[in-house]
């Protein structure tokens, strides 16, 4: 990860997804990875470029034997791992090995669209682990790696590898490589303007007269209360 990308990332792990989306929202982009949920709570906002993967269903053939796959031999430090299992439920293709593997290399985190296991594992070391699904079957034999850095496409959002991945505890999205600085500067604007009107309400003021104050209506837009 470049200097410039790990002060992206560090200044959007001090914001929160409410406050991105709604600075996507203001530029016309949608990019939410619906269902995907932290299995880690009380993890903080992560952010990295995403290193995807794709897996396909397939028939086993008497004596054969696939793997889940080594794909996390190339992930970089800082990346985070975005995972399409078609959504399944039924098998997982994450539990606690590769948790260890991804904390050896300073990973920033797995967005699994399918199921994880070995939960309690991955709570104690910690890990950020989002996931659609948790079932305890593996993946081995009934899935398996077709592709790695191709576009993946998770509900509405189609993700490029090298999007950037930002997930916490009100869900996931993922944001246009080309856009991310845009989306950046507007989320902070937004959260600033936020915690301006939540400090008023605090004064006393009342909410019609804060939010207008500090025009909730554009909040990406520097505002000062007359």
């Not at 031999?73 to 039924?90: H, K, M, S, T, Y």
């Not at 189609?158 to 991310?180: C, F, H, K, N, T």
């Amino acid at each position: 990860m470049t200097e410039h990308q790990n002060t992206l990332r560090q200044r959007l792990q001090a914001l929160d997804t409410p406050s991105i989306a709604d600075a996507m929202d203001s530029l016309g982009l949608y990019g939410p990875l619906p269902g995907i949920v932290s299995r880690a709570p009380g993890q903080h906002t992560i952010a990295g470029p995403a290193f995807t993967v794709r897996y396909q269903s397939f028939e086993r053939q008497a004596g054969e034997f696939h793997n889940a796959g080594n794909y996390i031999d190339e992930v970089a430090a800082g990346e985070v791992i975005l995972v399409d299992n078609q959504g399944r439920a039924d098998c997982t293709v994450w539990g606690d090995i590769l948790t260890e593997m991804a904390l050896r290399k300073g990973i920033a985190g797995t967005l699994i669209h399918g199921a994880a296991r070995d939960i309690g594992e991955i709570q104690r070391q910690g890990y950020p682990l989002f996931s659609a699904a948790v079932f305890m079957y593996s993946g081995k034999n009934r899935v398996r790696l077709s592709e790695k850095r191709v576009a993946l496409q998770i509900g509405p959002t189609e993700v490029q590898p090298g999007d950037w991945i930002v997930a916490d505890s009100s869900g996931a999205l993922a944001i246009p490589a080309a856009q991310v600085e845009e989306v950046l500067q507007r989320a902070e604007r937004i959260d600033a303007t936020e915690r301006k009107i939540r400090a008023a309400l605090r004064d006393g003021v009342p909410l019609e007269q804060a939010r207008t104050a500090y025009r909730y209506d554009r909040p990406w837009e520097e505002a000062t209360p007359a």
